[in-house]
């Protein structure tokens, strides 16, 4: 994975125990962490999104670790996936010249980047510089609706086929009654598989860090 604190962020910021966080210098928000005591376990982790230009120090607790982790995890999926999207188009082909030292086609990947400066698409190394800052985006809120939808789809992958069309009809507000008719059962019999559906996604642990208080 790569080193995220190499990279430049326009804004750094620390989290406090309580969930607050305050903006800090880029020093202060990569500072070696608190070394883990019986009292506190947690390492201490951070939150990066060097696409929004931020990162967070997050606070050594137990959401703060989640998050961290998951921030972790994400960022990893990410790379494989762009190492995946950048693959030479030669390669096991006939136009591959089995030198990749040497090679003047390797720069040819397989996907076009939407950013990259159409007055010099000939050369990779010239990439357009537009940035689109929004400066009335509320970070934390930000970071734990990113983090909340990603728990949320942990959640949905757990479920079972039948479960997880019922989630889709209940989101989508489907009728009782013509959900009573898919699953071949009665309308209140959609309201209890409804409930137990709710307390099986509320009692995922991913999730309910989201509404816990530290």
Request: aromatic share 12%; proline share 3%; glycine share 4%.
């Amino acid at each position: 994975m790569k080193n995220y604190q190499k990279l430049h962020y326009r804004q750094y910021y620390s989290q406090i125990s309580n969930g607050e966080w305050d903006s800090v210098t880029r020093e202060v928000c990569f500072a070696p962490g608190n070394p883990t005591t019986a009292e506190t376990p947690y390492k201490q982790r951070w939150y990066y999104d060097p696409e929004a230009g931020f990162a967070v120090r997050l606070a050594q607790t137990p959401n703060g670790d989640a998050i961290g982790r998951r921030n972790a995890a994400d960022l990893k999926a990410e790379e494989r996936m762009q190492a995946k999207d950048y693959q030479c188009l030669w390669k096991h082909t006939d136009g591959c010249m089995q030198d990749c030292d040497y090679c003047t086609r390797k720069q040819i990947s397989r996907t076009v980047e939407l950013d990259r400066s159409w007055a010099n698409d000939s050369s990779p190394e010239l990439m357009s510089i537009y940035e689109i800052v929004d400066e009335t985006v509320d970070v934390l809120e930000e970071v734990i609706r990113k983090e909340c939808f990603a728990a949320l789809r942990v959640v949905l992958d757990k479920l079972t086929p039948d479960e997880r069309e019922l989630f889709e009809f209940v989101r989508n507000k489907t009728k009782k009654q013509i959900i009573a008719e898919r699953f071949k059962i009665t309308v209140d019999g959609v309201r209890y598989r409804e409930n137990r559906l709710y307390e099986k996604i509320r009692a995922d642990r991913h999730l309910m860090s989201f509404f816990q208080l530290d």
